[in-house]
């Protein structure tokens, strides 16, 4: 069953060429790409078929389905999300129990191979029944739904590296879904909750070029998480002049100085939130004065407390790899 | 004046990197009248701080033209002072920006008529046509 392309799909709903040029201008530039490519990139995306997406909501809090579905009107960014068919969410479709399983397994034989699987929240596996939809635990629907995929987007902190649920001392034996999916391209879009900007070009990527974008070696997009927070933040400036606030209310939090002695992770944590900001690009944590927690890395519940400063200045100065120079001559 | 805006900033404020971003600018203008070889910058790619970026604004200031377009959001389209030299700021619905570019060029491309947003015009055009000549003539069978 073919699904019809997206050109026909934004014409239907009265969306001009001259709107889905302004959200290829702005998608291309989030992806990294140069504006030289927009036209090409209109081009492939408009003639892309409506792609079948199946989300599996496993152990998670919601809050990334919240960041992403948002509770605005549509806008520029959310407009990929408006025409995937999403044939698949047990939190917001109307359909439950066997009825909504029945929509998943229609959906998986439809466009066997062809789908995309976006899983959000950790897999138990240590006790499978502490998580399970209409009877079948979490770790069965994720094989069962991944085998015939053409890729998997895991969504959020928890789906790409446990998270919370993982956090000392794990009761449920949570995991993350490349830690039993090993055999299908799987791009983790880490953060607690994730850039839902992030996830739409992670898609214009796919059904523009056929394949995810760039990763680095935790699997998440380089146009994203090739950047630290530290790199990109605005106080960047205070950190290099050793100027620093030492508690919440001091003349140097007033002045609005680095927070690293305060425990800023920002220096070893890869998000874009430094440039993409929050609440509507209102701002990010850091510019409402609260250390990065660096939710979008690895085991970040439990490396150290949020408020303990990552180390002293001389010696984080002088540590090698750390920043955009990770990245430095990877992928070229 | 440059002197004066590019020293305006201070010192904690500073990446550095507006000087060579109008250097890039002129040069890209240069290439422009030469070769008519358009350029744009993507002012979201560069490590810019606010007051850096409210800085370059200034510098460019507003020439002739200012273009509103409404498509998903906002999206403001101005000629700067210097001439081939725009800025377009592309908004979402909530006001966010989604996009900062600086193009030198002729005629910035999102402004052009979409020949697929042409197409539809013609059709509805047609159909528009045709319903005002039925209103007519029902409108002269009444007066009759």
Known sequence: MALPTLNKQLQASGISRRTFLKFCATTASL?????????DLATALGNARRPSVIWLPFQECTGCTEAILRSHAPTLESLIFDHISLDYQHTIMAAAGEQAEDARRAAMNAHKGQYLLLVDGSVPV??????????????????????????????????SFGGIPKANPNPTGAVAVGDIITD??????????PLPIAI?????????????????????????FGESIHDRCYRRPFFEQRKFAKSFDDEGAKNGWCLFELGCKGPETFNACATVKWNQGTSFPIESG???????????????????????WEWYKSKPGKGAQKHAGKNS | MT????????????????????????HALSQLIERQEQTTIDLRRLPLSASEEAQLEAFLGHGEVKADIQALGDTVLIESRYAGVWLEIHYNEDVEIMGKYVHICTCPPIIKSQPEDMVLSLSNIVSDIHSLSHQSSDETAKED
Not at chain 1, 127 to 143: A, K
Not at chain 2, 4 to 20: D, H, Q, R, W, Y
């Open chain 2, 3 to 26: 002197e004066e805006l590019i020293f305006m900033t201070s010192n904690a404020e500073k990446t550095g990197n507006v000087m060579p971003l109008l250097h890039q600018i002129r």
């Open chain 1, 126 to 159: 240590g006790n499978p029944g502490y998580s399970t939809i209409s009877g079948m635990s979490n770790v069965d629907m994720l094989r069962e739904s991944a085998k015939d995929a053409a890729g998997i987007i895991a969504i959020g902190t928890c789906a």
């Open chain 1, 31 to 39: 992806l990294a790409l140069p504006q030289s490519a927009v036209a």
């Open chain 1, 200 to 224: 739409t070009a992670v898609l214009v990527h796919y059904l523009t070029f056929k394949r995810f974008p760039d990763l680095d070696e935790l699997q998440r997009p380089l146009a994203f």
């Open chain 1, 184 to 193: 299908k391209p799987i791009v983790n879009i880490s953060g607690c909750p």
């Open chain 1, 290 to 312: 609260h250390p990065c927690l660096g939710c979008s890395e690895p085991d970040f519940w439990d490396k150290s407390s949020f408020y303990q400063a990552l180390g002293p």
